[in-house]
T-cell receptor
Framework: GENVEQHPSTLSVQEGDSAVIKCTYSDSASNYFPWYKQELGKGPQLIID?????GEKKDQRIAVTLNKTAKHFSLHITETQPEDSAVYFC?????????FGKGTSLLVTP | DVKVTQSSRYLVKRTGEKVFLECVQDMDHENMFWYRQDPGLGLRLIYFSYDVKMKEKGDIPEGYSVSREKKERFSLILESASTNQTSMYLCASSLIGAGTNTGELFFGEGSRLTVL
């Protein structure tokens, strides 16, 4: 499938700080961009998504922005808490399926 | 709640064995997927199915096959397991069955396969 690049691969922040994870995609036909959180020993779970006709979406402490012209989208987590520690994956549609980034391991230290 | 159940959480197999990984979803979803997760490589799509008896290759189908005889069940088959197939395998399903928008994927908890 088409590439989805995700940065950084690891991110360490102090509790209360903000965390930002960035992704770029290459398929101009992509129109749906979800973010998944994977906790240890579990499958990934959707935390927020954005569709191509929207530039920004917010849900409490998390927000996602999309720049279709530049083909990049970002996840923003504010007021981070230790329970936000997990691996986060961005994804973009490719036909029927999703192409995922390689993941960002986020560590929130008290 | 949607539930995607993978029958085995941990398997240990020998090189050359035939391996079946089973996945069942209980929400009448049309799409089902098998991904492979490896450290530093993220999730890579092996196969997906958008209808019963339909299957499409993903990015890394070599060495794998799939079966979808019933809507709720999607099986991943390793005809002759090799050590480079040691990995975490994740099954997922989604409701939307047509068009380019897959909608939310619901994942199972994964099957960790070790091939010796």
């Amino acid at each position: 499938g088409e590439n989805v690049e995700q940065h950084p691969s690891t991110l360490s922040v102090q509790e209360g700080d903000s965390a930002v994870i960035k992704c770029t995609y290459s398929d101009s036909a992509s129109n749906y961009f979800p973010w998944y959180k994977q906790e240890l020993g579990k499958g990934p779970q959707l935390i927020i998504d954005i569709r191509s006709n929207v530039g920004e979406k917010k849900d409490q402490r998390i927000a996602v922005t999309l720049n279709k012209t530049a083909k990049h989208f970002s996840l923003h987590i504010t007021e981070t808490q230790p329970e936000d520690s997990a691996v986060y994956f961005c994804a973009a549609t490719y036909g029927y399926a999703l192409n995922f980034g390689k993941g960002t391991s986020l560590l929130v230290t008290p | 709640d949607v539930k995607v159940t993978q029958s085995s959480r941990y398997l240990v197999k020998r090189t050359g064995e035939k391996v079946f990984l089973e996945c069942v979803q209980d929400m009448d979803h049309e799409n089902m997927f098998w991904y492979r997760q490896d450290p530093g490589l993220g999730l890579r799509l092996i196969y997906f199915s958008y209808d019963v008896k339909m299957k499409e290759k993903g990015d890394i189908p070599e060495g794998y096959s799939v079966s979808r005889e019933k809507k709720e069940r999607f099986s991943l088959i390793l005809e002759s397991a090799s050590t480079n197939q040691t990995s975490m395998y994740l099954c997922a399903s989604s409701l939307i069955g047509a068009g380019t928008n897959t909608g939310e994927l619901f994942f199972g908890e994964g099957s960790r396969l070790t091939v010796l």
